[in-house]
């Protein structure tokens, strides 16, 4: 990234006040980040798995010895400061969504229970023709339009009665069906002239989507369907310098894809066949049970290994790959997702392997800290003046958002790298290339 491309100086930009947290669809994950958020500020938990709150960056050369967690590099949002808020199509407050969800322990949800339950959802905007295995009865009425302006006045709002300096939406609602991109999606203009026909193509989570970028606030989509990935909101978020990113939260078995497929291409071993199935049992699991909603959710978890293995450049390894996804609903798993993966690689001379992973992961355990950072770093960037797709946050996605001409980086410690050095830039910081001459005399 060059030092040329416009940004504030958050040097002396230290965040004040309130950042109001919008969280479209108060379930599994969401009501998990939130305990969890209110579980730390207690000291009775700890944000393990957040980049934010853990982990540190190393500033100048190694023998600087310079390593500030990342928390006290850039100015963030300090946990204390944070509101939550959202909507659902159940009535359920947040603790009985977060009881409902079985994810963390009812000894600890007890604990939270007054502050949880003050948590209600607002109204959502809501059609059950895409997600079809849903059928909730708290919701808005009216066309399109309507329902973006309502939303509009739920986050103003929000932030009215809460005192807010500053807002983050991110999407934590299901999974929606499989959708293409349409002509009405070219354009904010097209988009809009389609929110008042009220047409089709215009899914919930698009006006959501729309209507937090439309405010300026920060938008990231942490499910697989279409959303603010389309030309007419990409263009809006430029017109309201508002950062967006998304989408999918990598967690579960894509995070071990994209940790264990670079490894093999790193080291030049060949992989003839993935196959990986999944069970789990939540009310996410349910509404996957979908078709159309899996088709969503399937076309995100394949593109991962083409994109990291590069067949094109590989054709002996990597041409020949047998990668299948599976996703079965278990409801006596519940949100205890296992996750196995029977991977056919070869080596020296075409020797064939085999690779079994058994992961027993919780999903929204692990997608808990995701919601955090994201939120985090899309108030910093914002701070910091930056808009449009945030790429650097690829790091948290199964589907990176990019610029239209590019290709996701789905490697993990490329992204990794990535999302260091965009921290360093933004603080006037040496990035770092990993050379190393400077070390050697010769
Ligand atoms: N848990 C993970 O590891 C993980 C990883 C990647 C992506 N995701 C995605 O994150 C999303 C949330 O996952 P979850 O486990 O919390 O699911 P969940 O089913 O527990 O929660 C989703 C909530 O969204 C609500 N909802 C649906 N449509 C809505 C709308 N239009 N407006 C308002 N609320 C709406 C539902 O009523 C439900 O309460 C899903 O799309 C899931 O695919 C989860």
């Not at 965040?15 to 579980?39: Q, R, W, Y």
């Not at 009425?141 to 302006?149: D, F, I, M, V, Y």
């Not at 439309?214 to 978020?237: F, M, V």
Request: with cysteine.
């Amino acid at each position: 990234m060059s030092k040329s491309i416009r940004k504030e100086t958050l040097k002396t930009k230290t965040p004040e006040g309130k950042l109001g947290v919008l969280l479209p669809g108060l379930g599994a994950v969401a009501t998990t980040f939130i305990a969890g958020v209110l579980a730390i500020r207690k000291g009775i938990g700890k944000p393990i798995g957040s980049i934010t709150q853990m982990q540190t960056v190393r500033l100048g050369k190694r023998t600087e010895k310079r390593t500030p967690l990342i928390k006290d590099f850039v100015p963030l949002a300090d946990l204390k400061d944070l509101v939550f808020g959202g909507w659902d199509i159940f009535k359920d407050n947040c603790y009985e969504s977060a009881k409902k969800a079985g994810v963390l322990d009812i000894n600890l949800l007890e604990k939270l229970k007054p502050e949880l339950e003050k948590i209600k959802p607002m109204r959502g905007a809501f059609d059950r023709s895409y997600v079809r295995n849903l059928d909730g009865d708290f919701i808005k009425s009216g066309n399109r339009w309507k329902l973006a302006e309502q939303l509009i006045e739920d986050i103003q709002r929000f932030k009215k009665e809460n005192k807010c300096e500053r807002l983050v939406m991110i999407w934590c609602g299901s999974t929606e069906i499989y959708m293409k991109r349409h002509k009405i999606h070219n354009s904010i203009k097209n988009f809009e002239d389609a929110l008042k026909k009220d047409s089709k193509f215009i899914s919930p989570s698009m006006i959501y989507a729309y209507a937090a970028i439309k405010e300026g606030t920060p938008y990231a989509n942490g499910a697989p369907n279409l959303s603010a990935d389309i030309p007419a909101l990409i263009e809006l978020s430029k017109i309201t310098k508002t950062p967006i990113a998304g989408k999918d939260f990598k967690t579960g078995q894509t995070l071990l894809k994209t940790i264990i497929a670079p490894g093999l291409k790193a080291r030049m071993l060949g992989l003839s066949g993935w196959f990986s199935t999944n069970i789990l049992g939540n009310r996410d699991g349910e509404v996957l049970d979908d078709p159309m909603s899996f088709k969503t959710k399937e076309k995100s978890k394949l593109s991962v290994l083409e994109y990291i293995l590069q067949p094109h450049l590989y054709p002996e390894l990597y041409d020949k790959i047998y990668h299948k996804v599976r996703i079965n609903y278990y409801p006596p798993s519940g949100d205890n997702k296992e996750a196995w993966d029977n991977l056919d690689i070869f080596g020296w001379l075409g020797y064939p392997m085999q690779i079994k992973i058994d992961f027993l992961c919780r999903d929204s355990i692990l997608a808990a800290p995701i919601v955090l950072d994201l939120i985090l770093f899309l108030d910093l960037a914002k701070r910091a003046g930056l808009s449009g797709i945030q790429e650097w946050l690829s790091f948290y996605f199964k589907s990176p958002q990019t610029a239209e001409e590019l290709y996701p980086e789905h490697d993990l410690f490329i992204q990794l790298t990535k999302l260091k050095n965009t921290l360093r830039w933004m603080m006037d910081e040496e990035l770092i290339t990993h050379l190393g001459r400077e070390y050697y005399n010769t």
